[in-house]
């Protein structure tokens, strides 16, 4: 069995051709990110992974339910209600099922395993932790919980650190442990290392397996500028420099094997660097790295 840590974009591009050339794999993903809006509870990177692994995510923003439409989103803008971010209508059912079973005293696991089921999903995605915990960025212009600094304000303010709030007292899934532990090998998607991976790897119960295991880390680097998203900044504002070779030096203890772009091989005394094609630009080049990695695993 194969686990993926993921969060949203980068990794979701890769499992979407993943599941192409390989079908049993689960995936653990980052819930630091979620956060109730209209009275339901938005989990982007859970719903991405679901979405990609369904084959109907919006493949042009990664996000979302592609021929998506917004008709409830704007009708509440008309009446004077901003939801802060984009809802689209097919997703928004996504969001509404989910939290009229948590409302009924279900867990996000649970939740998430009926959704995979009513997609068509054979893979386990699961939750990293039914803690509360929120990805906290503190700016020039004050702490603001992630999807504000990114989806309200664009990423634009200055980053002077991250902070994942409640994660030291958060504990990791049954299923998430159960996971890794019953995994030969784990791969670290190419998402943010600091805010999409690192809530997962924060978790004690996850941590503490992943240094027995053989890990598969993803870049999502090319040279010294992240693919996309606001990972640069937050590297930096951690004091990692945002390149691969700063990555190796976040992921120190955990990842066995780093894959980067062609020309961003390194030397390193803490893992293996192997340089691959790592840009997804289509699914046939999601397959092509999948290929990759099952012959690095």
Not at 6 to 19: I, Q, V
Not at 70 to 75: C, D, E, G, M
Not at 145 to 167: L, S, T
Not at 212 to 241: H, N
């Amino acid at each position: 069995m194969i686990t993926f840590l993921s969060g949203g974009t980068g990794t979701p591009k890769l499992l979407a051709g993943f599941r192409e050339i390989h079908e049993e794999f689960s995936v653990i993903v980052n819930t630091a990110e979620d956060v109730w809006v209209s009275g339901n509870r938005i989990c982007p990177d859970i719903d991405s992974v679901i979405y990609a692994l369904a084959g109907i995510i919006d493949e042009e923003r990664w996000w979302g339910v592609r021929g998506d439409t917004f008709k409830t989103h704007f009708r509440l803008k008309s009446l004077g209600f901003d939801e802060g971010m984009m809802i689209g209508d097919l997703d928004r059912a996504t969001h509404i099922f989910r939290s009229e079973m948590l409302r009924k005293g279900m867990s996000l696991s649970k939740a998430t395993e009926m959704l995979c089921r009513a997609f068509g999903i054979k893979q386990k995605v699961i939750p990293m932790t039914e803690s509360e915990v929120a990805t906290k960025v503190i700016t020039d212009k004050g702490e603001m919980h992630f999807q504000e600094f990114w989806v309200k304000r664009k990423g634009e303010p200055e980053v002077i650190d991250v902070k994942i709030q409640g994660v030291e007292d958060a504990k990791a899934s049954d299923g998430a442990v159960r996971a890794v532990e019953n995994s030969s090998a784990i791969v670290i998607g190419p998402s943010n290392p600091v805010t999409s991976i690192g809530p997962i790897i924060k978790l004690s119960e996850i941590r503490k397996v992943l240094k027995e295991k053989r890990v598969v880390a993803i870049s999502p680097f090319i040279g010294d500028e992240p693919v996309s998203g606001p990972a640069g900044k937050f590297m930096k504002a951690l004091g990692y420099p945002p390149n691969p070779e700063g990555l190796a030096e976040y992921y120190r203890g955990i990842a066995d094997v780093l894959v980067v772009h062609y020309g961003d091989g390194f030397e390193s005394d803490e893992c293996s660097v192997v340089e691959a094609d790592i840009i997804i630009r289509s699914r046939k080049d999601a397959v092509r790295l999948s290929k990759t990695i099952l012959e690095l695993l």
